[in-house]
């Protein structure tokens, strides 16, 4: 018997865990969802065919509705008062107080001039808005602040951000706190000698690092057609001069690689990089000779090395003292075009922690422990050994998901959103299946999916493979570096390389499907919302979304699992505990 479970907030259990945490600052009771979790027993769920659905312990589903004063506003993701927010900048603790700066457009909802927002906390979970930390101003930043980082250097923050100047070039200027005894850090003066950096033309400057010898080090983002998408490293005494060493770390198959980020977590280098609309990181060394990082693993360039599957870019990291943890945050871009007439768009992910796997070369993450302290304790509702029926109100997701949580869904199930995991035990070889994207190569010559197949066990690079009857020769036969989403497609064979050494790998795809959840098509009248889901237990599972229901009534939770044969098991929700969360603001 496996346990399966749908819920409010915080899911605890054996198997597989479902957890997700409403924010209502309107009521002071508990949230209403009344097709997944109730005071009685659960009612929508099917029943489990062909055994039960494949048990990943400890998966996480945070969902953030606002019900407060602006009904469309999540009330625990960090975004400004009104208009556009993207990238997180510089988050630094300094001096009792955490400091998180941001892509900001103070004037527009659009994005149109970028300046540097700022929040600062006590806790890094209730925050107070400050001051623009950074305007666009001198003629080396005219057109636009742009990403940077925070590093204590000497026992004083600095910040290092890239300028966009009069003829639109990309340099890196620096900031430093204009009173040290301002707890709130609340106002920033540009360095007299600004820019410090105008070439190579790249951008989002890192934390800096230091070697043995006190030199500093700082890497941004850059690409050439020589060697593709890559981060240059520069070296410093002073933290004021700079110098030009060489790329890192690049790989040619890549684009511009933004925001690039390195750090230790455990005593391990690694190091992350925006591309493609997602963030990779990749477990390395570095040579302390050369200077040049080397994977120990997967590279920064493949899919099983996303930080989140979903909506979750330009991450910024932080190291933090209090609770010797490494912080990412990222930014939860909107997928609907109503961003104007709501007079904002964007947030930033909840903050996560940052570890290692315990062999030290795979990297997990989980929200901060600190969030549970908006919890509030008097709505703690608990259910022990539910078990569903087999009634279904409405027809469950033909997408060959195992099972999943429909969220934000109507009582019929017409509008919903359906976060879902989809296991396969053979991935070898896998007919009517498509894996788009992370093409690096076309193998000439190839009439057929087995010679295919062979091509990419041939090749050294190979991760996963697709082969296209409806293409022609020479344009057929898809080898990839990552292992992407599957896609039905009749026309297609697919199939992932297997180790050697092992034996085959049983892979689990991690999916969002929208069922008329409005993305472009008029305003929504019901709340909005942000879906983070995480594996909490190895950490190697992250998932983040928007939800944009078109009716008020689009507020219900379901368990679905699909069915393929007779075999019928029971499911079971082992332990579920529901809190309603409060507010972050202060």
Same mark, same amino acid.
């Given at each position: 018997?496996? /346990?399966?479970?749908?819920?409010?907030?915080?899911?605890?259990?054996?198997?597989?865990?479902?957890?997700?945490?409403?924010?209502?600052?309107?009521?002071?009771?508990?949230?209403?969802?009344?097709?997944?979790? /109730?005071?009685?027993?659960?009612?929508?769920?099917?029943?489990?065919?062909?055994?039960?659905?494949?048990?990943?312990?400890?998966?996480?589903s945070v969902l953030g509705i606002s019900q407060a004063d602006d009904r469309f506003r999540p009330q625990y993701h960090l975004l400004p008062p009104s208009?556009?927010?993207?990238?997180?900048?510089?988050?630094?603790?300094?001096?009792?107080?955490? +400091?998180?700066?941001?892509?900001?457009?103070?004037?527009?909802?659009?994005?149109?001039?970028?300046?540097?927002?700022?929040?600062?906390?006590?806790?890094?979970?209730?925050?107070?808005?400050?001051?623009?930390?950074?305007?666009?101003?001198?003629?080396?930043?005219?057109?636009?602040?742009?990403?940077?980082?925070?590093?204590?250097?000497?026992?004083?923050?600095?910040?290092?951000?890239?300028?966009?100047?009069?003829?639109?070039?990309?340099?890196?200027?620096?900031?430093?706190?204009?009173?040290?005894?301002?707890?709130?850090?609340?106002?920033?003066?540009?360095?007299?000698?600004?820019?410090?950096?105008?070439?190579?033309?790249?951008?989002?400057?890192?934390?800096?690092?230091?070697?043995?010898?006190?030199?500093?080090?700082?890497?941004?983002?850059?690409?050439?057609?020589?060697?593709?998408?890559?981060?240059?490293?520069?070296?410093?005494?002073?933290?004021?001069?700079?110098t030009y060493l060489h790329p890192i770390h690049s790989n040619h198959y890549d684009t511009f690689w933004e925001c690039s980020d390195i750090f230790n977590?455990?005593?391990?280098?690694?190091?992350?990089?925006?591309?493609?609309?997602?963030?990779?990181?990749?477990?390395?060394?570095?040579?302390?000779?050369?200077?040049?990082?080397?994977?120990?693993?997967?590279?920064?360039?493949?899919?099983?090395?996303?930080?989140?599957?979903?909506?979750?870019?330009?991450?910024?990291?932080?190291?933090?003292?209090? +609770?010797?943890?490494?912080?990412?945050?990222?930014?939860?871009?909107?997928?609907?075009?109503?961003?104007?007439?709501?007079?904002?768009?964007?947030?930033?992910?909840?903050?996560?922690?940052?570890?290692?796997?315990?062999?030290?070369?795979?990297?997990?993450?989980?929200?901060?422990?600190?969030?549970?302290?908006?919890?509030?304790?008097?709505? +703690?509702?608990?259910?022990?050994?539910?078990?569903?029926?087999?009634?279904?109100?409405?027809?469950?997701?033909?997408?060959?998901?195992?099972?999943?949580?429909?969220?934000?869904?109507?009582?019929?199930?017409?509008?919903?959103?359906?976060?879902?995991?989809?296991?396969?035990?053979?991935?070898?070889?896998?007919?009517?299946?498509?894996?788009?994207?992370?093409?690096?190569?076309s193998v000439p010559g190839i009439t057929n999916s087995l010679d295919c197949q062979h091509a990419c066990d041939q090749d050294i690079k190979c991760r996963?493979?697709?082969?296209?009857?409806?293409?022609?020769?020479?344009?057929?036969?898809?080898?990839?570096?990552?292992?992407?989403?599957?896609?039905?497609?009749?026309?297609?064979?697919?199939?992932?390389?297997?180790?050697?050494?092992?034996?085959?790998?049983?892979?689990?795809?991690?999916?969002?499907?929208?069922?008329?959840?409005?993305?472009?098509?008029?305003?929504?009248?019901?709340?909005?919302?942000?879906?983070?889901?995480?594996?909490?237990?190895?950490?190697?599972?992250?998932?983040?979304?928007?939800?944009?229901?078109?009716?008020?009534?689009?507020?219900?939770?379901?368990?679905?699992?699909?069915?393929?044969?007779?075999?019928?098991?029971?499911?079971?929700?082992?332990?579920?505990?529901?809190?309603?969360?409060?507010?972050?603001?202060?």
């Open positions: 018997m496996c /346990s399966v479970g749908v819920l409010t907030t915080d899911l605890h259990r054996r198997c597989v865990q479902w957890s997700t945490d409403y924010t209502d600052t309107v009521s002071s009771g508990a949230p209403t969802c009344t097709d997944g979790v /109730s005071s009685e027993a659960p009612t929508y769920t099917d029943t489990v065919s062909n055994g039960p659905p494949t048990c990943t312990d400890g998966v996480i208009n556009w927010l993207n990238d997180p900048n510089g988050p630094v603790y300094y001096n009792g107080y955490y +400091h998180m700066f941001f892509q900001y457009d103070p004037d527009s909802p659009v994005g149109i001039m970028k300046y540097w927002g700022h929040f600062y906390s006590k806790d890094m979970v209730h925050w107070i808005g400050l001051p623009i930390a950074i305007a666009p101003d001198q003629p080396y930043n005219i057109n636009g602040i742009w990403t940077g980082s925070t590093s204590i250097v000497n026992g004083v923050p600095i910040i290092i951000y890239t300028g966009i100047n009069e003829s639109h070039a990309q340099v890196q200027c620096q900031a430093l706190p204009a009173n040290l005894t301002d707890p709130a850090l609340s106002k920033w003066i540009k360095w007299p000698s600004n820019p410090l950096i105008t070439s190579p033309n790249g951008r989002d400057p890192s934390t800096a690092f230091q070697d043995d010898h006190n030199n500093y080090y700082l890497i941004y983002g850059f690409d050439c057609d020589e060697l593709g998408g890559q981060a240059v490293l520069f070296t410093s005494r002073d933290f004021v001069n700079w977590v455990s005593n391990r280098l690694v190091m992350k990089v925006s591309l493609r609309g997602q963030d990779f990181w990749a477990v390395g060394e570095l040579d302390p000779i050369q200077k040049i990082f080397h994977p120990l693993a997967g590279d920064v360039d493949e899919y099983t090395q996303l930080i989140d599957q979903g909506k979750f870019y330009a991450s910024k990291s932080f190291y933090d003292p209090i +609770h010797d943890q490494q912080v990412i945050v990222g930014w939860i871009g909107e997928d609907d075009d109503q961003g104007e007439k709501r007079g904002w768009q964007g947030m930033h992910s909840l903050p996560r922690s940052i570890f290692l796997s315990n062999d030290g070369l795979q990297l997990g993450s989980r929200p901060i422990e600190a969030l549970q302290t908006l919890r509030v304790e008097e709505s +703690h509702r608990y259910f022990h050994n539910i078990v569903l029926p087999s009634t279904i109100p409405f027809e469950l997701v033909h997408d060959d998901l195992d099972f999943g949580l429909s969220v934000l869904s109507t009582l019929d199930g017409s509008q919903r959103t359906s976060v879902g995991m989809m296991t396969r035990t053979n991935t070898t070889f896998m007919p009517n299946w498509d894996v788009p994207g992370w093409d690096y190569f996963s493979w697709t082969f296209d009857s409806a293409k022609q020769m020479n344009n057929n036969c898809f080898l990839k570096s990552g292992i992407p989403n599957l896609v039905a497609s009749l026309t297609c064979t697919s199939g992932v390389k297997q180790s050697e050494t092992k034996q085959q790998q049983q892979l689990v795809w991690v999916y969002i499907n929208r069922t008329l959840s409005q993305r472009s098509s008029g305003a929504s009248r019901a709340p909005l919302a942000v879906v983070e889901v995480f594996e909490s237990q190895g950490g190697r599972l992250a998932i983040t979304t928007r939800v944009y229901p078109e009716e008020d009534t689009a507020q219900n939770l379901a368990v679905y699992v699909n069915s393929g044969s007779t075999t019928n098991q029971t499911i079971v929700i082992d332990t579920l505990d529901i809190w309603t969360l409060n507010s972050i603001w202060t």
